[in-house]
């Protein structure tokens, strides 16, 4: 059949095509008709001694410790268990194949797969931005930047659609304080953008705006800026701008 430890041997053995496939069914066809009496006193435990050795090259402890490696203080502090999805996914899958079989683990290691990728996608980080020179960076990595009075430049370091549109809006709210009067978001590293998003961003300028703070978005790209501009009428108009710095340049009637 195709078992796992049969294309583990088939590979071991240094197969390169599927002539390997005939080469078999006729070396069993050979056996069943010729060689039986040669294996029907074979004990099981030394068939079980076979199946292992062909699949033991198949564990792959240093695979496992490279995916584990992939995190980062700021991935924990941003997605917590989450962080390693990667990780969580393969030990989920490794076990279903251990536990069940071979097609109900590789469904398991899909099904975790999905679910932490909704679970990262519906709470993409929302950074606080601070200027270095020419560019604009992560304050959290940077606390020696000081950011600009009564201003605050954000970015979502992911796509906006409906799963994370509230995520979004409340993050962003968090940001605001008493002296905020102007919110800039920086949307060069949002790719897409869906008409649930858009609409959430209108009603976070008109929220902010009650609260006399002005809300303005900076270098929309791609697919982001085709749905805003197809948006871009009555109700959901949101004001864009180039840059980071002409969002902000008539503050007030002066250059920041």
Known sequence: NGSLSKTAVNGGAGAKSQVSGLVVAALTLVTLLFLTGLFEKLPEATLSAVVIAAVIEL?????LAALYRVWTKRLGSIYGHAARADFAAAIAAMFGVLLFDTLPGLIIGIAVSMLLLLYRVSKPHVAALAKDGTRWVDISGHPDLK??????????????????????RDQIT????????????????????DVSAAQMLAQLRDSLARKNVSFRVARDIGQFRDVLSGADQGALKVDVYPTVSQALADRDNTSA
């Open 59 to 63: 564990v792959d402890f240093s695979s």
């Open 174 to 193: 968090g940001l605001v304080t008493a002296g905020t009067t102007m919110v800039v978001l920086d949307a060069e590293t949002s790719p897409f953008i």
């Open 147 to 168: 950011t600009l009075d009564g201003v605050v430049v954000v970015r979502v370091e992911a796509g906006m659609f409906f799963a994370n549109a509230d995520h979004v």
